[in-house]
Nanobody, 126 residues
């Protein structure tokens, strides 16, 4: 069983930066991890994913070059560094986990993830 708790959201100005964290309890060492977001009236969408060991990282085109996903398995924590924020980045951000071990692969499809955090709101003001 895996439990996830996000933190770090809030209000930020356009062009600014914020880092989200996701505390992982349970089988943190054997999980693929991902970040998703959901804006009002829209479906939850993929943002970034990282393989078990951190070597494989994957991004949605909308955030590539601006967001960075990373993980510290020693601290059981997943991160999302968000730079050059835009108003369209406003959403509730969720971390997600799927059990598995692979150095280079991480799923990008929402339905492949089994565990979800409660979400943290990020609001970008223009």
């Amino acid at each position: 069983q895996v439990q996830l708790v996000e933190s770090g959201g809030g209000l930020v100005q356009a062009g600014g930066s914020v880092t989200l964290s996701c505390a992982i309890s349970g089988r943190a060492f054997s999980t693929y991890m991902g970040w998703f977001r959901q804006a009002p009236g829209r479906e939850r969408e993929f943002i970034a994913a990282i393989s078990t060991g951190g070597r494989g990282v994957f991004y949605a085109d909308s955030v590539k070059g601006r967001f960075t996903i990373s993980r510290d398995n020693a601290k059981n924590t997943l991160y999302l560094q968000m730079n050059s924020l835009k108003s369209e980045d406003t959403a509730v951000y969720y971390c997600a986990a799927r059990e598995g071990v692979n150095s280079d692969y991480a799923p990008t499809l929402r339905d492949l993830y089994d565990y979800w955090g409660q979400g943290t709101q990020v609001t970008v003001s223009s």
